[in-house]
């Protein structure tokens, strides 16, 4: 099992930036778990945005490209996610995630994310 905290959010602009970050407590080793952020919007489901393999592959929801980038640091089991050129349908509650699929691996799907962080807000004004 893996605990993950986010940090970073908060109200911006649309055209602005925000930082994620999302910090993970592993008992294996972190570099074996693809790290992805999802997201959910009032009233829609929880959707992909972005994901990592253990060895730097990245996967994003066709939204988000060119804008959002995510990238980790496996000596210090972190994630982040920054998101550029942000617009109000980018609203939404944002959620680190852990798939435990191998160092090479990535998933879009949910149901292959075991641990879950509390998420965090993420408001853009329009």
């Known amino acids: 099992q893996v605990q993950l905290v986010e940090s970073g959010g908060g109200l911006v602009q649309a055209g602005g930036s925000l930082g994620l970050s999302c910090a993970a407590s592993?008992?294996?080793?972190?570099?074996?778990?693809?790290m992805g952020w999802f997201r959910q919007a009032p009233g829609k489901e929880r959707e992909f945005a972005a994901v990592i393999s253990g060895n730097g592959n990245t996967y994003y929801t066709d939204s988000v490209k060119g804008r959002f980038t995510i990238s980790r640091d496996n000596a210090k089991n972190t994630v982040a996610l920054q998101m550029n050129s942000l617009k109000p349908e980018d609203t939404a509650v944002y959620y680190c995630a852990a798939a435990a699929i191998g160092y090479t691996s990535y998933s879009r799907s949910p149901a292959d994310f075991r641990s879950w962080g509390q998420g965090t807000q993420v408001t853009v004004s329009s």
């Open positions: 592993v008992r294996t080793t972190f570099k074996y778990y693809a």
